[in-house]
């Protein structure tokens, strides 16, 4: 798998936000997150509180496979105490393997999974207001076979390239769990453009350079929609699942159906003039069911790029809660190679159940 996950960060207003798209949000009187009125680049963002640790999990990555973990953050001026701002994790997301610190004096540094010191930068790295670029490649080594590379604002050359890193303080080795962290206790930040992947599989296998998020909305039905529209006016089915990503989006309006092999399909609005390189397609549905059974299974994600035959990821079983499913397309079908503007732009994607 090179795909782990992504998380655009735009939209969250509360925990209940974090926790629908995948997050276990934990700490001691955490207040509720916000998105900010203008975020990175104005695509939104979240803040973390003093204190609040989230954490993805995710299917166990290999000990000789590399986990890449890239982030905006940015820190608000403060007295500046040490802290971790990042673990990487395994044995179910409870030992550490690798942790970044941040520093007294604004300089990066890194830990092995005992604590103990492996390299550090030079200080004053990170600036206070200022949107910094954070990647991190790890290699989950057993004992101290384990790699680290370090990455700030330059994706080319790494501040700090770290070898023979002990990675298992527990029975297990790999990684299947990071954790972002605010140490502060006087202070906060605000989190961007989050990406997280590894060198096995498709596309991306490697460093790709500064990510943003661009969220796409449905804007346009195609011939194919046989779900039905709940909640009345504005007609369009794609105006029924054309909501922000968080709990804030209207649940009196949706799409519905109890049929296997039924297709919603829409268009989406072109990308902002001046992308330049594509990493990939991501499509997220939040969906649930209305029973307590076993039906519906998996629900289907499903896109259509030019004149190749439509391709799908099937993700569930659904549940009766809302949950936030995520398929990610490194490549284009149409072209079997990375994606281009023009090929988003003609981008058609919906939803079925199989």
């Not at 001026?77 to 610190?101: I, P, R």
């Not at 604004?106 to 390299?119: E, L, S, W």
């Not at 929609?225 to 649940?251: Q, S």
Request: charged share 15%.
């Amino acid at each position: 798998m090179a795909y782990i996950f992504s998380d655009p960060t735009t939209g969250y207003t509360t925990i209940a936000d974090m926790n629908l798209q995948g997050w276990q949000v934990t700490g001691a009187g955490n207040p509720e997150p916000y998105s900010p009125t203008k975020g990175r680049f104005g695509l939104g963002g979240f803040r973390m509180y003093p204190n609040m640790v989230l954490q993805r999990n995710f299917v166990a990555v290999a000990n000789t496979t590399s986990v890449f973990l890239q982030f905006a953050r940015k820190w608000a001026a403060g007295v500046h105490a040490e802290g971790v701002m990042l673990n990487f994790l395994n044995n179910g997301g409870v030992d550490n393997c690798l942790t970044v610190w941040r520093t007294a004096n604004d300089a990066i540094q890194v830990r092995d999974a005992f604590g103990t010191v492996k390299g550090t930068s030079a200080p004053n790295v990170l600036s206070a207001n200022t949107w910094h670029v954070i990647c991190v490649r790890a290699l989950i080594g057993s004992l101290a076979n384990g790699t680290y590379d370090v990455y700030v604002d330059d994706m080319v050359n790494p501040l700090l390239t770290l070898t023979g890193v002990d990675t298992s303080d527990g029975a297990t080795t790999g990684c299947d769990a990071i954790q972002l962290s605010e140490f502060q206790s006087n202070q906060d930040s605000e989190v961007s453009d989050i990406f997280c992947w590894s060198s096995d599989g498709t596309a991306p296998n490697g460093l790709i350079g500064d990510v943003r998020h661009y969220p796409l909305l449905p804007t346009s039905d195609t011939i194919n929609v046989a779900w039905t529209e709940n909640g009345g006016a504005p007609a369009g089915r794609f105006e029924k699942v054309n909501d922000p990503l968080n709990l804030t989006f209207d649940t009196a309006t949706y799409n519905s159906t109890s049929a296997a092999g039924v297709l919603d399909e829409f268009g989406f609005a072109d990308l902002p003039a001046g992308v330049i390189n594509i990493v990939g397609v991501m499509s997220i549905l939040t969906a649930k069911k209305t029973n307590s059974g076993t039906e519906p299974g998996p629900l289907e994600h499903r896109i259509k790029s030019g004149g190749a035959a439509a391709v799908t990821v099937a993700v569930g079983p659904l549940t009766t809660d809302y949950v936030n499913y995520q398929a990610f397309w490194g490549e284009d079908p149409n072209t079997a190679a990375t994606w281009v503007e023009a090929g988003v732009n003609a981008l058609l994607a919906g939803y079925r159940i199989p």
